[in-house]
Every structure is written in C-alpha cells, then in structure tokens.
C-alpha cells in the first residue's frame, strides 16, 4: 500500500526537483519565455563535467603546442573512444577560472563562471540554464543528473551544487534513476511504478486544491508570498498533464527497466541507467539541455564498477596524466559521450540527425586539477552545433576567462550577448574581451 505521508515527503524530492528550491524555478519562464529566432544553430546542448581537474595532457595530442587541425593526430590514450569522432571535435585549452576560486570545485561557480564554493549559493543564472532559454522551447527546464557511489546517490537522491537559474535559485539534478525514471516516465509505466505515480499525482492535486483555500483565509501581507507556493503546486500538476498529453513519444523513447535500477551491483550500474534517463529525455524532446555530473559537482567519486577501488576526496590526488586510474575513468566518460552521440545520430531531424543540430561540452567542474587555482581549464567541444561552431581542431587560447567560452555558446544560439556573468571591472580583471571567442565559431 502507498501511504499519504510518504506520498507528501517524497514531493520535496519529487517533481519539485526538476524545477528547483522554490517549486517555481524554471518551468514558468520555460512556458512563457520565447525562445530567439534564428537560422540554424544548436536545438539542444550537453554538459558532462568530471569532477577532481581535468589535466589537459590527458587531452592534448602529443607534440602539440599551437592551434592546428586534429586531421592525422592520434588521440592520448584517455580519449581514444572519441578518435573516430575527430573530425567533429574541438579541444580547447588555455582559459582560466581563476576568479571562481575553484579549489576541490568551484560548485556553481564552474557554469556560472563567477565565485563558487561550498556552501556559497548561485549568484547568477549559470550557462546551461541561460542557454536553455534561447534554445527551442521544451517542457523542461534544464535537466541535471548526478553521479556519485550508490551509497551516495540513494540517501542523496536530489542535489543541488552546480546549476541554477538566477541568484539564490539552485536547480536540483537526480542521482536516483528509479526516482527520475517514475518521474519522466511514470504516466506510461505499469506495475508499481504507475500506481506510485498516480497516487503522488493525486495528492499534488489535493494539495493544489487545499492551498488555494488555505489562501483565501489569509491577510494581504501574507498572501502574495504564499500565492507563490500555491502557483507552484499548479506548475508542477501542469507539467504532470503536460507529459500524459506525449504518451506516445513517452514510450517511444522510455528506457527499459532492467536489474540495474532495482538491484545495482555496483554505481556504475546506476550511472549507465541515468545516462540512458538523459538520452531519452533528449530524444523525447522533453529538455534542451541535459547537465550530467560525474561525482556530483563536489569532489568525491566512486567507480568500483570499473575495477577502480580507490574512492573519494583521494582520488584527486592522483595524478591523472598516464595514470592508470584516471585512463579508465576517463575512457569510462568518452564511451558515454560516444553514447550520447550514436544515439543522437539515429534520430532523424530536419535533413540530418539529433547529433547535427547538438553541441556536446565535456569538463570539469574545477580547472586543471583538485587543489587548483584554475589557471588552466580545458574544454573538449562535440559536434557543430548546426553549424555555428568549428570542428576537427585544437585551439589554444590566450589568457582568457571561462566566461568568454559561455559568451560564445549563447551566440552560437543567437543570443545577442557581448559578457557572461561579468561586470566591466572584473572583466578587466580577468582579461575577459568583449563578444565571443572567435576562433571557435564557423
């Protein structure tokens, strides 16, 4: 039997998750803010960013010193899952993030581009979320998923260190494939899982509907904030009919449930399952953005499922260059990024696939490496993003901030912006330079 009080606790971690602290973050501007208009460009964008540094000689083809074409040039041996797809690749490396004061992880600072840490809420919307807003229009809002030991991931099944959607509005990302899954999916599933979502929508509804009048008893003073929660409680029942409404394309695209949700052997057993959650997400056309955190924006980790034993806070004190620790690990990321992109090349859209109108950005979340001050923080881009960004090269760029980077994303978008998140002395500052990146657009 389903009881009430759980049905209400779980909601915290439920369908308000998806949109953020406050019930509200998200999901209105997502239906009511239109998106540019422009010609060609990306439909969708994808963040995966590891945890403990990201050393840029695990990423820079031997010998390389100077920008030049990857055409010929083998791929370091951590990365060798993505050589066929070279051509359809951009390593960059020379930004910084000095001034988000990385440190074990600059937590939103790493997509916000400004001062992060832990315990030190968003001061801007980050990158992807204002991405997400120029993009076509979704159901979602951005879509976050995290990726940490199971331990971690089942007392923590939402969590929110990395993207927000304005100051003091973290948005939530999912650890729990089950939870995310009947989240998504519950509307087409069967079994357990319908009857657990039928019944957490049904006491939303009364929720709603005892709120409402819970508002009219109070004084004006009062009432404009509550009338926020009420609004809240009928976004998220919205979303509910939203997705009954793409049945259809639910199942299309839904997932197959299999022992790895229910019985994981080991984390990586949930990772999988939640990247495939992703995937089907952005093939269903249910988000324009997708932001996966592989050890959850903070600077722990775990993949025993990979033969790694070695766990947590440690492992950045590993040196990642020809260690063989971080090869696998990072061969593990680039076989998901390899995953992401096939499926996406078998969706057909406009005259070619998915993959063609879709920019991937792998990462970190802090720079170089743990312990860092974030003076060197590379960036490898996937795909062209429709055509507005330039493929199969290493660029190295001069002293410039990670800004600059996101600058550039939001006018590969169409969005006419010549700053992120930057004010006119701290871009001096920085040596942060007016408008985009050039070498990296088509």
Known sequence: MIKRREMILGIPAGFGALLGTNLLSGITQAAE???????????????????????????????????????????????QALEPYKNRMHIVTGLHGRHTSPGHSAFFGALGAYRGGTGVPPSAATIDYALSQ???????????????SLESMKARPTLATLTASGPNQPIFMHCDPNMLYQMLFGSIAEGDIKKH??????????????AKLKLKGLPQSESERYE??????????????????????LRKYAPKLDDRYSKPKFETDWHDALLEIGIAALQANLTNVLTIASGCGEYFGSWKGLGVSDTGHGLGHIDQPGNGIWTKIRQYNCEMLVKLMKALEAIPE?????????????????????????SNWPFVLLGNGGGRFKTGQYTHVKERPINDLYTTFLRGVGAPVDRFNLDKNMANLTHSKLGPIEELLA
Do not use: W
């Open 33 to 79: 803010k239109p998106a540019i208009n422009t010609v060609g460009g990306p439909k969708r964008i994808i963040f995966f960013l590891q945890n403990h540094g990201f050393d840029p000689l695990t990423c820079i083809p031997k010998g390389l010193s100077e920008s030049c074409a990857l055409d010929g040039i083998t791929l370091e041996k951590p990365m």
């Open 134 to 148: 120029s993009l076509p229009q979704t159901i979602l809002p951005p879509l976050c998923i995290g990726m940490e």
């Open 197 to 210: 979502y039928q019944a957490r929508s049904d006491v939303m509804l009364e929720i709603e509907y005892m």
């Open 228 to 249: 926020k929660y009420v609004n809240g409680f009928r976004d998220l029942n919205g979303l509910r009919e939203k997705l009954s409404k793409i049945s259809g394309q």
């Open 350 to 374: 406009g005259t070619g696939s998915m993959m063609d109108n879709t920019l991937i950005v792998y990462s970190s979340n802090n720079g170089k490496e743990q312990h860092t001050d974030g």
